[in-house]
């Protein structure tokens, strides 16, 4: 049984206000989710539950493809690895003295998407890197958002089986690892890090984690701070698409962090969403400069504009670092950030 929501748009503090019913627990009964037709309905959570449960399951190894681009072979379709296949791993042009970027798109999103193919070419424009592109689209792509849900433990497993083959077949070492995933990708890396047998990934990119059908307090399910040495989460759709609630070692929350200039009147909140992982791409391309995020205390602190420049703070301006870019902010970034950016392209002025 489902049944039409249309949400309104609400501030940080608003939202923070009525977390209890934007991140529901398990004692709520009733459940938002996206549609294919940009609107929202709700759904039990009780059926919701059993339908994870049931696509859970019926996901197979061969419905995830783990997809090796180098600088050697970026042109091509990509190299497929295989878990436990040895020889798809130490076949190809994977080498472990080169730092590796595993990308992990969401839902309605493959490797053939834009966050994908832009990810990935931008890293191999600049670096010489192992860029994987995981696609789980045979699932993601499902009009169903439930069943997409049901699917993420199963690709964050598999992914982590991953990680630990290359580490036993190839030398491959965690601290060069980082794993950009979007939206529901997020979780995916997260549940990855959690999962993965042989030391720790150092760095995970949570653009924008889905929201809808996952909580702040049933951490295993979800990306969470200890998945990673540095865990940095870009918020660009807090309380609709994505959390607002910080649940990174580093949360960065553009323009406040619910709503995007530029994106107008978006009621199910695919715009905001989606620029998350636009930001990222630039963060790439940008020099740190223009990267420089301040600290804030809370979410409240998110709403108030400073009425001076930072500059002429002198020894009581915030600190200021990086989001996005390469290398992480790891060692540098911990707690929330607030910093501005455009409505459009090139979005840091």
Not at 72 to 95: C, K, M, Q, W
Not at 161 to 170: F, G, I, N, R, S
């Amino acid at each position: 049984m489902t049944f039409k929501y249309v949400p309104q748009l609400r501030t940080p503090v608003d939202i923070q206000h009525h977390l209890d019913w934007l991140d529901p627990d398990d004692t709520v009964e009733w459940v938002r989710i996206p549609t294919v037709v940009d609107e929202w309905i709700w759904t039990h959570r009780r059926s919701a539950s059993a339908m994870m449960k049931q696509h859970r399951s019926s996901l197979s190894l061969t419905d995830i493809e783990f997809l090796l681009f180098t600088r050697r072979d970026a042109f091509d379709e990509g190299h497929r690895l295989e878990v436990a296949n040895v020889a798809s791993l130490v076949g190809s042009n994977f080498r472990s003295d080169r730092p590796t970027r595993i990308i992990v798109h969401g839902w309605q999103n493959s490797k053939s998407s834009p966050i994908a193919e832009s990810i990935r070419d931008t890293y191999l424009l600049l670096w010489d890197y192992n860029v994987i592109v995981v696609d789980w689209s045979t699932c993601a792509m499902h009009w169903n958002y439930i069943r997409a849900v049901g699917c993420v433990p199963v690709v964050g497993r598999t992914l982590a089986q991953l990680l630990d083959e290359l580490q036993q077949h190839t030398g491959m070492v965690m601290e060069n690892v980082y794993i950009i995933g979007h939206s529901l990708g997020a979780h995916i890396a997260g549940i990855s890090g959690k999962m993965v047998q042989n030391g720790q990934l150092h760095t995970i990119i949570a653009l924008d984690p889905a929201l809808p059908l996952f909580s702040i307090r049933q951490q295993e399910n979800r990306i969470g701070h200890q998945d990673a040495m540095y865990v940095e989460v870009i918020h660009t759709n807090g309380g609709l698409l994505g959390f607002l609630h910080p649940i990174g070692t580093a949360d960065f929350y553009p323009n406040g962090g619910t709503h995007q200039p530029g994106c107008g009147l978006n009621v199910v909140g695919l715009c905001s969403h989606s620029r998350a992982w636009e930001l990222f791409v630039e963060s790439l391309l940008e020099p740190e400069e223009k990267l420089l995020a301040s600290r804030v205390d809370s979410l409240d602190e998110l709403q108030r504009q400073p009425a001076v420049e930072l500059s002429a703070l002198g020894d009581y301006a915030p600190e200021r670092v990086k989001m996005g870019g390469e290398p992480s902010s790891a060692g540098q970034a911990q707690g929330l950030y607030s910093i501005k950016t455009r409505d459009k392209s090139p979005f840091f002025s």
